[in-house]
């Protein structure tokens, strides 16, 4: 019996691949674009992170699990979809390198500022090809011990509480120097990954779909809870000076049995990062693999991991590779919404055709 990824799987690798690096400056970020008591504005975004993953799951019942390039190459030759799957794969290889990069800066900052970047984006890449070459199912496995070793982490929030005070928070919503159309693209961009379930297709068990609500749910819950918990601990103009404000957040926790938990936390985050890497390189072989199927899938992965390692080789300092990962999230953002709805205006098409072909025959 062929393996099948089981839901919970599915859950965890939609919740791993969501909540990364930009946990930690998601309180500033909401501050700076929605103002006072800005955390409600994860609610907003959790709405449309569902509509577009509502979407997702009509292609998959609609298209009775077929893959989702089976649909689009009955409709559409393949070679006018190369651009834009090597668009896709762009976007994706880039993602997965910027954020690899952006953690490694930060992490090398903190720890081993005198260490060559290059040695760590070598080990992670090295890390994401032994992740990779196990394919999914192997990879879901793994990721969701992953999980389970990161978690106990929200634990630590439970310190927190004798400085929380209700007092910090104002009767005033959103006022302040407020942008929301930026805002609304920067929050969504921590809610991405989740457009990779797309190919997720022909890997699954039935009546699978509500288990990326349910993993955009708990991601949501995470986001909800820290920002909530920053805005109660911090006033609102420490929130706006804080390039990482979680962080700051970790090293007011005082545990016995555990000094400078800020540390212990950004270094088991690279858990995540991995996870990160891993799912959308794995997205990006996924595309190459139906382009050219006469290739083994283990020379794209030679092909998109190398091309990873230089796109985070020539990024020189964590300035650079925030302006880079800025554009490929929106550039992101625009995949996770045009290629949904892409994919379902064929499946009309087809649909309509089908229904039309049936009358004729009458």
């Not at 999980?147 to 910090?168: G, K, S, V, W």
């Not at 929301?180 to 699954?204: C, N, Q, R, T």
């Not at 230089?310 to 996770?336: F, M, P, R």
Request: charged content about 10%; glycine content about 6%; hydrophobic content about 60%.
């Amino acid at each position: 019996m062929k393996e099948r990824l089981h839901p919970l799987q599915i859950s965890i690798l939609i919740y791993m691949i969501q909540n990364g690096l930009v946990l930690y400056s998601l309180p500033r970020l909401v501050a700076e674009n929605f103002g006072t008591n800005g955390w409600l504005s994860i609610i907003f975004i959790f709405v449309f992170v569902n509509i577009n993953i509502m979407m997702i799951a009509i292609i998959y019942k609609l298209g009775k699990g077929r893959s989702m390039f089976e649909i689009i190459e009955v409709t559409v030759p393949k070679w006018v979809m190369v651009p834009f799957y090597l668009f896709i794969i762009g976007v994706w290889i880039g993602l997965a390198s910027m954020i690899m990069s952006a953690y490694i800066y930060i992490y090398k900052m903190m720890f081993f500022p005198a260490l060559p970047a290059s040695l760590f984006i070598m080990f992670f890449i090295f890390l994401s090809f032994q992740l990779l070459r196990g394919g999914i199912y192997k990879m879901a496995k793994a990721i969701v011990v992953l999980c389970a070793i990161l978690q106990p982490m929200i634990f630590l929030l439970f310190y927190l509480i004798p400085e929380f005070e209700f007092a910090r928070y104002t009767t005033f919503i959103f006022k302040g120097e407020t942008d929301f159309f930026k805002g609304a693209l920067d929050v969504y961009s921590a809610f991405l990954g989740f457009e990779v379930s797309i190919l997720f297709f022909p890997m699954v068990e039935k009546k699978w779909t509500k288990a990326l609500f349910i993993g955009n749910f708990l991601s949501t819950m995470v986001y909800f809870i820290i920002t909530f918990i920053c805005f109660g601990f911090f006033s609102f103009a420490q929130i706006l000076n804080d390039i990482f404000p979680v962080m700051t957040l970790f090293e007011y926790t005082e545990v016995a049995f555990l000094t400078r938990a800020e540390n212990l936390c950004f270094s088991v985050l690279a858990f995540k990062i991995l996870s990160i890497m891993a799912l959308y390189f794995w997205g990006a072989q996924q595309i190459l693999g139906n382009m050219i199927k006469s290739i083994k899938p283990d020379f794209w992965l030679f092909i998109i991991l190398t091309c990873g390692l230089i796109l985070a080789l020539i990024q020189d300092s964590l300035v650079d590779v925030e302006k880079w990962l800025k554009w490929l999230s929106y550039c992101g953002i625009g995949i996770a919404w045009a290629l949904p709805i892409f994919v379902l205006c064929i499946l009309f098409i087809q649909i309509l055709r089908n229904h039309k072909g049936i009358n004729n025959a009458k």
